[in-house]
């Protein structure tokens, strides 16, 4: 079988496309859209600068799934020969796809990303892009500190955060194209609001009851079941108090914090009940929640943009 091949086979697994390009559609439309509202147009306008920054952000997040795969092969061949039941199908360890294959997408991404970047001639944007990609690439040598990779506290402090910096470069597309004084100072809230939904997931998905603990370094091995099932509850109640307040300062009206309010409260009870009585399913549970969560808070605040402002095309 080609590289081809084999990689069209680890895509739907591990990077579904289904999934993630209207994810990057939607969080180009959610950071775009908010700073246009923000900045007092009156008509939302998206053109070749959103289209290149949602191809910017969908590989970005394509180049940091890749990465991770790379660092993390022996780590995966271990857990899944020792039948940890979330590591033992992954292609990586079936043998379904190959870590040449990986090197080989590596770079295509690489390049593909220079391009986008580059097409958007902005030295702004280019700049900011450069940043972000030179984070993204520390991050691939654990930022040269081999403790990192064995510390999941360590891991996340330095890597969830990433995610910021992609939406910087989306930021500094819209500042480059509008002029920095474009920015007010509902931008930093924006960002955390779109960011905290990756690391409420991230922290909600490594939960496990100590009796499905294996040798794989979890949140709730390290910080106590208790103790870490409040964690993504507490980043989703921060997500939506920051969009809540971009949704008022943008003149959204009251649907949009009323509907992504009801969600968080939703996941903080799941996480509350998760601390207080731990079992099996309710910590499966969390992790959908958070997923259904980020889902009302992004499509949520498209909604809302557009419903308020409207939208016109190839501007």
Known sequence: MSAARRLAAWLPVMFPPA????????????????????????????????????????LFMLLLRVYDELKDVETDLRLGRAGDPRYKDRPIVTGAVQEGDLVLLRNITLVLMVAAALALRDPLA????????????????????????????????????LSLAISAVVVAAFAGARGVDALGPWTAPLLVGLWTPVAAWETSRKLRTPEEET?????????????????????????????????????????????????????????????????????????????????????????????????????
């Open 215 to 315: 040798d794989y370094q979890t949140y709730s091995k390290v910080l106590g079941l208790r103790a870490a099932a409040l964690v993504p509850g507490g980043f989703v109640l921060l997500s939506a108090a920051c969009l809540a307040g971009v949704a008022w300062a943008a003149d959204l009206g009251p649907a949009a914090p009323g509907v992504i309010g009801a969600a968080a409260l939703g996941v903080a009870g799941a996480a509350l009940r998760l601390s207080l009585r731990p079992t099996p399913a309710r910590a499966a549970r969390l992790r959908p929640l958070v997923e259904g969560y980020a889902l009302v808070a992004n499509v949520g605040l498209v909604a809302a943009l557009v419903w308020a402002r409207g939208v016109s095309w190839g501007a």
């Open 19 to 58: 999934f993630m390009v209207p994810s990057a559609i939607v969080n180009v439309l959610c950071i775009d859209g908010a700073l246009q509202a923000l900045a007092g147009d009156a008509t939302l306008r998206f053109g070749p600068r959103a289209a290149l920054c949602a191809a910017l952000v969908l």
């Open 126 to 161: 280019l700049g900011v892009f450069a940043a972000a990609l030179g984070l993204c690439w520390l991050s691939s040598r654990w930022f040269f500190w081999p403790p990192i990779s064995t510390n999941i506290l360590l891991a996340f402090v330095t890597h969830n955060p």
